[in-house]
């Protein structure tokens, strides 16, 4: 009997190719500035230059790609200055979402990011730095979605992708502080703003 073979759709590989590529960029498997080869991330993600492209795009959308004419791609490599200036407007954009979520967000969603928390808390232990920063980073956007502003939400996804790989390499060469995070679910529990909480945690912590 032979077995039915299932083709990927090509939507599927633009999206896996984006998720991995987005990793690697974030992780510093792909040092910043540097340029992005296209036939060595074929090789590497398994797929073919068209959904690669795709996912180049994308990630040029997020800003953590730089699309350079006629010369393919790069790294973005973040100046000091670009760096203060989104800390800085992520800063506000976290205390709003922050002080919206302790208004309007759910038992379970609140459960959601305390078990979260705790998830992190055993990756912290283990220095899993990858799971710690993955769920770190899930905090941040469940936080954020549950402030339900989509207006907000889109901004703040913006923003937060020029400052992935940052975070990353902060947490990668600093103590990792988890402490911040008990604060703020508490004050979420109590349904007050917790703005302070929030601009608290902000780089290294992220």
Same mark, same amino acid.
């Not at 999206?15 to 060595?40: D, F, H, S, W, Y």
């Not at 954009?93 to 967000?105: K, P, V």
């Not at 923003?159 to 988890?178: D, E, I, M, S, Y």
């Given at each position: ?20 590529? +987005? ?18 991330? %074929?090789e590497a993600l398994n797929?073919?230059?068209? =959904?690669? +492209? ?14 350079? =004419? ?39 969603? *609140? ?5 979260m928390h705790f998830e992190?808390?055993?990756? !912290? ?6 799971? !710690? !920063? ?29 400052l992935q790989a940052l @975070?990353? @390499? %902060? ?8 402490? =911040? !995070?008990? =604060? %703020? ?11 302070? %909480?929030? +601009?608290?945690? *902000?780089?290294?912590?992220?």
């Amino acid at each position: 009997m032979t077995a039915e073979i299932i083709a990927i759709p090509r939507a599927a590989l633009h999206e896996q190719a984006t998720q991995r590529l +987005r990793q690697m960029l974030v992780e510093g498997q792909i040092a910043p500035g540097a340029k992005l080869n296209e036939r060595e991330l %074929c090789e590497a993600l398994n797929v073919s230059r068209t =959904p690669l +492209r795709e996912a180049i795009k994308t990630l040029a959308a997020e800003g953590l790609v730089e699309l350079l =004419p006629n010369r393919g791609a790069i790294a973005v490599a973040l100046s000091e200055a670009d760096v203060l200036n989104t800390f800085e407007v992520m800063a506000g954009l976290e205390g709003m979402s922050g002080e919206l979520a302790a208004q309007r967000i759910t038992e379970s969603e *609140l459960n959601e990011i305390k078990a979260m928390h705790f998830e992190m808390l055993a990756a !912290y232990t283990r220095r899993d730095l990858s799971a !710690y !920063y993955r769920l770190n980073a899930a905090i941040h956007r469940a936080i954020n979605a549950a402030a339900r502003n989509p207006v907000l939400t889109a901004i703040y996804t913006q923003v937060n992708a020029r400052l992935q790989a940052l @975070r990353f @390499r %902060c947490k990668r060469t600093t103590r990792w502080p988890c402490a =911040p !995070y008990w =604060p %703020c679910t508490w004050t979420i529990n109590a349904r007050w703003c917790w703005n302070s %909480c929030v +601009r608290f945690q *902000l780089p290294p912590n992220g």
